[in-house]
């Protein structure tokens, strides 16, 4: 049984009287502006990737990916070429150059993780997996090329204590039309032969689990025992080469067994449709359904079909229901309109959700710009004013639920859950060295956590700082594409997706106003396909240039 785990926030960190985030025009000069040997490789969507899981994860892919132990950011061109930028003197060095990289022939975009200072492992997102092992500042080793699934890179981690390499990969999978998240874990035995210092990879082991729906970012401890996992949803072990996956039964599960659901459930911004198969005994009785506002029952004859509390409200004066032959169809009304539900039942894994079609085609239109690099005239433009609290109400945007999860690898379980309703959704994570950093939506702030790591059980997630009314202003940002936080906590950006950077400098305690400075990067038709905070410079990068901003001193 998984522990749950509250956020206790520091009461001391928040500040209540603060008022606005006002436009500076203070100017933040950019120190680096580095012209590229070739252009960014950046993939979009092909037709066979429609749904809204795969959607997000073009719409939203970094091209820039920061090295957590030091202050290098990486990128991949479309020549197949590796390069390592250093933002500490501004110097772009091409590491090692991938044959096996080609726009053409890639399902997803490539990507890059960092095991550790001097290990660096390369998605081609084409089933091509390089470990690169940094020998000194101008010498790199191919560890291994492994041929796995075509997928991304979520993180990679070298266990030092076991001489092992763990890498977390992802793919959007489909099963009878439904897509759902794919994680793969892979583990090597890492060896050092120290006559030679020739360095070996060997996979050793295979797990495989599966989330139902989206999955927000991933990170391995540094014992690899544990990882943290932020999704939609509960993620489930369904593979292990090495110690078999088992059911409550201690049966071991057979991926090849059919789940039939007991019902099925569809929504939109206003209702919500639930579809249940009568038994063939009961077709000429009629069905009972009552609902309140936070549940639903319905009952044929002596027989309960569905019973149990609603993850959100109803107005339940507003149920209708009709049966044909031996179909149940029951339409509930939402209490708050736009309020996209994570789940029907609390608690009840036994239903299907079928994404409404016209929904999701909407909200995928909406994200397409975001991986597109076609100029979107049609964006409402962005306010050049700072946040005033006098708008609270008209930029609050309601969010979807999350779970942050610690899980186990090797008893494949759940041990830590945070439950995070649509009030307290993940503003942006970050990987460090030894722990992850997450900005959460506290009511209308911006709360900084670090998770810590531990070998027992316990689970200690810390409140550390706190962006004010910036879960507001967050929620404004139609048109963001990325958020990142400066590693001291001093500045918060939000990076739209063609020239426009929001930063919010964190203000001093008890202060009424903080500073927010708008950067115009390149020109109206620059798409940002990258972002990445070093020290105390924010790197940004287009398909064609990489600038260096110096945002503080």
């Keep these: 049984m998984a522990i749950t785990v509250d956020l206790c926030v520091d009461k001391k960190l928040l500040n209540h009287d603060f008022e606005k985030y006002q436009f500076c025009s203070e100017k933040v000069p950019i120190k680096y502006e580095k012209k590229l040997e070739a252009e960014i490789l950046q993939l979009e969507p092909n037709a066979n990737q429609a749904s809204l899981l795969e959607a997000r994860l073009f719409a939203f892919h970094n091209n820039l990916f920061k090295n957590p132990f030091d202050s290098t950011c990486w990128f991949i061109d479309n020549n197949g070429s590796i390069w390592r930028y250093d933002a500490s003197d501004g110097s772009l060095d091409k590491i090692y150059t991938s044959k096996k990289i080609h726009s053409n022939a890639l399902v997803y975009n490539s990507s890059i993780s960092f095991a550790s200072k001097n290990i660096a492992v390369i998605n081609d997102g084409n089933g091509a997996l390089t470990f690169l092992k940094l020998e000194n500042d101008k010498s790199v080793n191919i560890l291994l090329i492994d041929e796995i699934d075509e997928t991304v890179i979520l993180d990679a981690r070298l266990i030092e204590l076991t001489s092992k390499i763990i890498v977390a990969l992802y793919k959007v999978e489909k099963n009878q039309g439904k897509t759902f998240s794919r994680l793969i874990f892979l583990f090597y035995n890492y060896k050092t032969n120290f006559e030679d210092k020739s360095i070996t990879l060997k996979l050793v082991q295979k797990q495989t689990a599966k989330v139902s729906k989206v999955v927000e970012n991933l990170y391995i401890e540094k014992t690899g025992t544990f990882f943290y996992i932020t999704s939609q949803n509960e993620i489930k072990f369904d593979f292990d080469s090495v110690n078999p996956i088992k059911n409550n039964d201690n049966t071991t599960i057979d991926n090849r067994e059919i789940k039939i659901p007991r019902y099925c459930w569809s929504q ?188 027992d059980g316990d689970w200690d997630v810390k409140h550390v700082n706190t962006f004010p009314a910036f879960g507001y202003v967050e929620a404004s940002k139609t048109n963001k594409k990325f958020c990142i936080s400066s590693p001291d906590g001093s500045f918060i950006a939000i990076i739209e997706h063609t020239r426009n950077v929001f930063l919010y400098e964190r203000p001093e305690r008890g202060a009424k106003i903080a500073k927010q400075i708008i950067v115009e990067i390149g020109n109206d038709e620059s798409s940002i396909i990258g972002a990445a905070f070093v020290d105390k410079c924010l790197i940004i990068l287009t398909k064609n240039t990489l600038y260096q901003l110096q945002v503080y001193s």
């Design 268 to 455: 939109d911004k206003d209702s919500i449709t639930v579809y249940i198969k009568i038994p063939k005994k009961y077709d000429n009785v009629k069905a009972k359904v009552e609902t309140t506002h936070t549940s639903i029952s319905i009952l044929v004859g002596d027989l309960t079909l569905l019973d149990g509390q609603t993850t959100h409200r109803l107005e339940s004066d507003l149920t209708i229901w009709k049966q044909n032959d031996d179909t149940l169809e029951v339409e509930l009304s939402k209490y708050e309109s736009g309020l996209m539900w994570n789940e029907l039942i609390v608690g009840n894994d036994e239903g299907e959700y079928l994404p409404n079609q016209e929904l999701a085609a909407e909200i995928h239109a909406r994200l397409s710009h975001l991986c597109s690099d076609q100029l979107v005239t049609n964006i409402q433009g962005q306010p050049t004013i700072g946040f005033n609290s006098e708008q609270l109400e008209d930029c609050d945007v309601s969010g979807v639920q999350n779970l942050l999860q610690r899980c186990n690898f090797n008893t494949h379980s759940i041990t830590h859950i945070i439950m995070l309703d649509v009030g307290n959704h993940i503003i942006y994570s970050e990987k460090q060295v030894s722990t992850q950093a997450v900005c959460i939506r506290y009511n209308h702030d911006g709360c900084l956590w670090i998770i810590e790591e531990s070998k």
